[in-house]
């Protein structure tokens, strides 16, 4: 009997089977997608996200969001952003090749800065927003910010200063090991050239020739004299031109010393600052104190800043190279998956064109409607061609005094040319309150106008953070501790002062980014201490520089001695070898001189001299 | 009026198997799995196709759509059903200790510079990437059975007439072999036996 290789009673079950997969696909999509968006987003960007609720609608290709909840990643107690409801509109084509083209994107209801009901959970799972997010609390962290003191002058305790701790004296230690290996490699040095070897071989010959006769020596003998006298003198030649070698290295060697000897008193600067932060005197820089009081706020700005520049390049990287991502999670291990973009098909995801309407309602001066236009947003900026682009404005009518302005342009085409840029200036709106690293003042600006651009271009930074308002407020911290002399002083100094002004600037690169930090603040505040305690803090100051000076010249000053010892002894020793050389030098050929003409008519070897 | 039973069964926790009993039942259902199979009317050949097939469930990773495919041909094909759930049985945990080995092979099939334009037209062609062909564990797996495929249906064939010429027709007079078969799950199965 011939076997059937089709089983046609089976085709009832597997139809039944496929039904059953897609009545499941059809009960479970929206719950199994609204889940997905919210993992992929808070894995995306390192922040919970959270969906109240999806709906597909698939006649219409859109997707429906409600109630999307976007924690702030600095602040776990805030919304970064809150939408009530947002449209997407796929592009079907696309979605059959699994890409999210959204064609259009619809948001309304949208709000910032909201209080959570309950803190954002930490993102535990990989990806890049965790690493990116360590990263950024890395470079802020190289920022040099000081801590304002305002230690009382009556209660400056005795300055003890160990000499380790001191950075003159383990330079000074330095130059004198140096020093001293400097001498031993010179003793080396005049071993290996063996200068007394070849000075008294020469002063050997020169005594035999003394001796000789020409014409007892006869033509070969004084020919065979001449010789040995030749090769001597290219010894001496050789021994000669080897000592002005080390010459010269001596010479280096000293001016090596003498930078050293220089780098002494750079370092002793050094001791000066921090024997003086031992005593915590208070200081009368401006730019000191504007960095002591709004620093480290500044870069609070400019690291989230960096932190979406940083997300956005690594999810909006250029280039047509195939792209790695980990795969999905599962029980089996999740692989890689790779991407393969190709020139004039779509990228993974694009959002063509998001529109977001923005009402603020209520007493705010900021009141009416606004619009933000996102274009571009895509995984693949090579294959989209152009720059990302978003700006808000205004749609209707509203206060003069206040306004939102946003815009933002990520230009990731071209992988020699990637560069992103974020302006936003919000004016009229309530400034949040700022504290000042160890003291109890707490600054409440009140309305008044911020303003954050920034900029980076490959590596480099350029970013400008600013405030000013009108009617700014000081407060004092009532759960902290009494205010001594100077605090007070200070707090009636800025507690005077109604008009704020910060302005706050970082360039360089990101691996050495710089800060810079005014306000109308510092000068009153530095003239106001200046005036009050200058005196004591000068004298304390000359106390830190007398107790420096002290125990780095008990360091110092023998090395310096040995130093010039070293020196002085290593140009002696060389001298006195060099004369050596040269009188015997000068013997040998005047001896050789009277041999040659005291035989004459006899064709001598070219000797040379 | 008062219950026989002491309290609300309703409220009761479900019951959940102790975990060892699960695994044994686990495994006497593979075993009861084996010894069907072994004595179904297919012939060897029908038996190790259906293994062969069943392999790739277990080989690969099960949420894809070539499983689809390949579940639907152990139905559709004249291959054994339990053939195929044995082979799927046999190779899971199998494909759980390879995947480092199919990540690697799938991961240089995927960085190969010379495949790089068919996984470019495979990627940009519609439903192709709903395969996950670009997953290097996916594709890694599926070369993989794809390569073994034939070592299997052989060595099968030949495993399945040697047990049938050996020991077969002792084990179908026994006991054990009578208490399996007259299970009810053994009807459903015979809906699919090879004909």
Known sequence: MAVKIFRWKAIAPLAVLLVLIAVLLWLFAEPVAKDTTEEVSTELLGTQVDVGKLDIIADEASVDLRELQIADPFDVNRNLVEAAEIRLKLNPLALAEKKFVVENFQLSGMRFGTDRKEPAKPVESGGFAPQAMKAVRQWSEQFDVPLLTLTPIDTIKQLVLNPTQLTSVQAAQDVAARADSAKAGLERSLQQLDIKGTVDTARALVQRLRTSNPRQLGIDGTRKALEDGKRTVDRLEDAKKRLTDLEQQVTGGASAFTSGLQTLDEARKKDYAFARSLLQLPTFSAPEIGEAFFGKVSIDRFQQALYYTDLARHYMPPGLLPREDPGPQRLRASGKTIRFPKERAWPKFLLQAGRMDLAIGGDSPLEGAYEAVVQGLTSDPSLYGKPTVLRTSRTAEGSAIARIDVGAVMDHVRPDRIRDSAAASLRGVKLPDLTVPGLPFTLKPGTGTATLNFARAGDRLLGRWSISASQAAWALDSAGRKLNDLESIVFRVVSGLKELSIDARVSGTVKAPRLSVSSNLDRAIADRLQAVIGEEVAKAEKMVRAKVDRLVAAKVEPVKRRVAQVRGQAEQRLASEQKSVQDVEAQLQAELKRLTGAVPGIKLPKLGF | ?195
């Open chain 2, 1 to 195: 009026m008062g219950g026989l039973l002491p309290c609300d069964p309703a409220a009761l926790p479900p019951y959940r198997l102790p975990a060892h009993i699960a695994r044994m039942l686990a495994l006497l259902k593979l075993i009861q799995s084996l010894i069907k199979t072994l004595h179904s009317d297919g012939t060897p050949g029908q038996v190790a196709a259906g293994m062969a097939l069943g392999a790739a469930l277990g080989l690969t990773p099960f949420m894809n759509v070539h499983n689809l495919v390949v579940f639907a041909l152990i139905l559709l094909l004249n291959v054994s059903f339990g053939g195929g759930m044995l082979g799927w049985a046999l190779f899971v945990p199998l494909g759980f200790i390879l995947d480092p080995v199919f990540h690697a092979i799938g991961l240089s099939l995927l960085e190969a510079p010379s495949l790089r334009s068919l996984w470019t037209g495979w990627y940009n062609t519609p439903l192709m990437p709903y395969t996950n062909f670009n997953n290097s564990v996916v594709l890694g797996s599926v070369v993989a059975w794809l390569a073994l495929a034939l070592p299997i249906f052989f060595g099968a064939r030949y495993g399945v007439a040697r047990y049938r010429a050996t020991i077969g027709a002792r084990v179908q007079q026994s006991r054990f072999y009578k208490a399996i078969t007259a299970s009810k799950a053994y009807n459903f199965y015979r809906l699919f036996r090879p004909e």
